[in-house]
């Protein structure tokens, strides 16, 4: 079965153009939906993939039309060459039931892995730089140094338990405990 799905991404536009293609290019069935692509939920995408099954094509007029990014979209095509179901785009020409299109689509995914590559390369470079000018990443400590030491002379009276002096500061016995030992106070 030959199945198309259509995105527009605003209330202005009209699907008529991608559904006269797909309906063109043989597709039995077509799901369509308004919605942006960077939205992460697309009900109509989520049937039309449940819908396909072994030995079916999924039509699209125009790649971007599928995915929100190359990784989104070699992601969706590798799920659907695991289940042996082909994908084509009018507008591009990618049709990966044949050699040449599985190709295009194997450097697509090389790609996709570069980029990710880059990225995080380029995260740790930044995050290098930022503890070079002696930033430290991560959260703010639940309490301050002066907080540890009044709880340190709280737990000093031997009446004081750690889940009052826990409760005191409005934390969990684990938090006090790790300030604690992070500020050299024996526990």
Not at 25 to 52: D, H, M, N, S
Not at 112 to 141: D, M, N, S
Request: proline residues 2%; positive net charge.
């Amino acid at each position: 079965m030959i199945i198309g799905y259509v995105r527009v991404s605003t209330q202005d536009q009209h699907a008529d153009l991608q559904t006269d293609a797909l309906t063109q290019a043989g597709c039995e069935q077509i799901f369509q939906e308004k919605v942006t692509g960077k939205l992460r939920e697309r009900p109509e995408l989520t049937q039309c993939l449940r819908t396909l099954r072994k030995g079916d094509t999924l039509v699209v007029w125009r790649m971007d039309r599928l995915a929100r990014s190359l990784k989104d979209l070699v992601e969706i095509i590798e799920d659907l060459h695991q289940r042996e179901i082909g994908f084509k785009s009018l507008n591009e020409n990618i049709d990966t039931t044949s050699a040449s299109g599985k190709l295009i689509f194997h450097i697509f995914g090389a790609l996709a892995e570069f980029e990710h590559t880059l990225i995080l390369e380029r995260t740790k470079a930044g995050l290098a730089a930022a503890r070079a000018r002696g930033r430290k990443g991560g959260r703010k400590p639940a309490m301050s140094e002066g907080d540890v030491r009044k709880a340190a002379a709280m737990l000093s009276d031997p009446m004081m338990t750690k889940a009052e002096v826990a409760q005191h500061f409005k934390i969990s016995r684990t938090t006090l405990n790790s300030s604690l030992k992070r500020d050299g106070y024996s526990l």
